[in-house]
């Protein structure tokens, strides 16, 4: 029997869910030209997350369900809040344009993105490997999807394959990163891999060896030099309003997974990976500036920012954690939740 706590942190995950399938039903019967009934049920969906997510957020609490599998904490709920807010913006200024080439035939654009919702909410409430990488690729395979929405358009379908090729790799190589940390520590908890590496009673060089890939992995999905050369094209490629869908509020969800596997998990190997995030801020910052200078197509320089957002966020992490790693895993003090 699940604990009645462990359904409180995961109340904005069922409520995105049943309201997108509810969506989806109410969409079949939806004839108008720009899908009036299915746009402002998507926006009251979206409008009630915020609000509850953020009420969560104001209260300051920390709460694990399900075996410690997900967390409820401030960090999350903000970032799940805002990342509600950044998809209706999207989904507001992104209908006219839709509208005008065709591509709200149906209302896949409304459903898929709030999937790809769920999956950002899913990582950022994940405290599980096997949790976290559902999520990642809930999200990834509802990108592909509305990257190919102009079924029409070759660019776009073009744009889709190559996003779901390098996609595809890029999930393979944090998978096995994911599983080499499983198999060395023996757990898929954050807090027990944690635990499990401070204890300096694994092997560290199958942990850097686990750590290279995960590393590699995260750079792939946020576009970070030299694993970007799948962004250019995508975004150029996608519709400009799924360009914005894909490249905004999944930047919030890729700084909780972040934050999730690296500092909650893997601290204390950042000794390791602060030099990995030093050569990756340093490359996103030269290769994102020089290669904006020779583009033409606006859309194809977008990508330039997140790359230069991660090379900010990855020299913000190298000065905070460069200060002394604490040895022995702190507590955590949250109420938690347990399956039985």
């Not at 995105?16 to 939806?30: E, G, N, P, Q």
């Not at 709200?104 to 950022?124: D, K, N, P, S, Y």
């Not at 694994?202 to 995960?214: P, T």
Request: aromatic share 10%; charged share 10%.
């Amino acid at each position: 029997m699940i604990d009645k706590l462990s359904w409180v942190t995961i109340y904005p995950e069922i409520v995105l869910l049943v309201m997108a399938c509810i969506i989806a039903l109410v969409d079949l019967s939806d004839t108008s030209a720009r899908r009036t009934r299915t746009y402002v049920l998507t926006l009251i969906t979206l409008a009630v997350v915020a609000a509850m997510t953020g009420m969560a957020a104001s209260e300051g609490k920390a709460i694990y369900g399900f075996g410690n599998m997900v967390v409820s904490d401030p960090m999350g709920n903000w970032l799940k809040c805002f990342a509600s807010l950044a998809l209706m913006v999207t989904l507001v200024y992104g209908r006219p344009y839709a509208a005008d080439r065709d591509m709200l035939r149906g209302g896949e654009m409304f459903t898929l993105g709030m999937f790809a919702l769920l999956g950002m909410f899913v990582m950022i409430s994940g405290s599980n490997f096997l949790l976290i990488y559902l999520g990642l690729e809930l999200l990834t395979l509802s990108s592909y999807a509305l990257v190919a929405l102009r079924r029409d358009n070759a660019v776009a379908s073009e744009a889709a394959m190559k996003y779901f090729v390098l996609g595809a790799m890029a999930s393979g190589f944090l998978l096995y990163g994911l599983s080499m940390m499983y198999g060395a520590t023996g757990s898929l908890d954050v807090n027990e891999v944690f635990k499990a590496i401070a204890s300096g009673k694994v092997n560290h060089q199958v942990l850097v060896f686990g750590l290279v890939f995960i590393v590699a992995g995260l750079a792939f999905k946020v576009g970070a030099a030299p694993f970007h050369m799948w962004v250019p094209d995508v975004y150029q490629g996608a519709p400009t309003a799924i360009t914005l869908m894909i490249g905004a509020a999944p930047e919030l969800a890729a700084f909780a997974i972040i934050i999730r596997l690296l500092v909650e998990g893997l601290l204390p190997l950042a000794i390791d990976w602060q030099q990995m995030l030093a050569v990756l801020a340093i490359a996103s910052l030269v290769v994102g500036n020089l290669a904006a200078i020779a583009q033409t197509n606006s859309s194809a320089c977008w990508p330039t920012r997140p790359s230069r957002r991660w090379a900010s966020c990855c020299s913000a992490w190298w000065r905070a954690w460069s200060t002394a790693i604490p040895t022995t895993p702190s507590s955590p003090t949250a109420p938690r939740c347990s399956t039985s």
